[in-house]
Antibody, heavy 123, light 108 residues
């Protein structure tokens, strides 16, 4: 059974950075992409970026370019999302999710999700 | 980026009702459309992928249809555990993948 377990809640000051981890078990970590999706309080889902661990290169949503860094450590089956220059609008639950790629240039979907990490940005 | 819209934004229904939620893409996305269910305080759960394929373990009362720009999620007979918010997501033009704003289904 695939499980994604995320690190615990964080409280950060504006201008600081946060790094959230996502440890995978029960599957072949390197063969799938890991996406990061956030959800502000009472709002919808917003994709931030993703990485395919076996390739090591990440893609990011334009909105977060320059502020987010997604990495993966194949040796520990763990993905990380670091967001810098935090502001109050970054207060949200951050999810990692496993992305299944059906075929090259084909459909993809997010089949397993972490439990979410609440990041609160407050002075 | 491809914009996704959903209608209605919320609906009230009774147990046993047939419920249909619509998702529309700002341009054709073939069948690259997924549906998720989210309950309060929980992570989203995949229901349908590639417009009409039922994810393993998801009850058969859930079904999806559509292609191009217009898609529907149907719950054939609403159960108490189905009261939740439902999101569509396109994976045709990525990055970025984009989600619809959600449809909240609550008890009538």
């Amino acid at each position: 059974q695939v499980q994604l377990v995320q690190s615990g809640a964080e409280v950060k000051k504006p201008g600081s950075s946060v790094k959230v981890s996502c440890k995978a078990s029960g599957g072949t970590f390197s063969s799938y992409a890991i996406s990061w999706v956030r959800q502000a309080p009472g709002q919808g889902l917003e994709w931030m970026g993703g990485i395919i661990p076996i390739f090591g290169t990440a893609n990011y949503a334009q909105k977060f370019q320059g502020r987010v860094t997604i990495t993966a450590d194949e040796s520990t089956s763990t993905a990380y999302m670091e967001l810098s220059s935090l502001r109050s609008e970054d207060t949200a639950v951050y999810y990692c999710a496993r992305e299944v790629i059906v075929a090259a240039a084909g459909p993809t979907y997010l089949d397993y999700w972490g439990q979410g990490t609440l990041v609160t940005v407050s002075s | 980026d491809i914009q996704m819209t959903q209608s209605p934004s919320s609906l009230s229904a009774s147990v046993g009702d047939r419920v249909t939620i619509t998702c529309r893409a700002s341009q054709s996305i073939s069948s690259y459309l997924n549906w998720y269910q989210q309950k309060p305080g929980k992570a989203p759960k995949l229901l349908i992928y590639a417009a009409s394929s039922l994810q393993s373990g998801v009850p058969s009362r859930f079904s999806g249809s559509g292609s191009g720009t217009d898609f529907t999620l149907t719950i054939s007979s609403l159960q108490p555990e189905d009261f939740a918010t439902y999101y569509c997501q396109q994976s045709y033009s990525t990055p970025p993948t984009t989600f619809g704003p959600g449809t909240k289904v609550d008890i009538k």
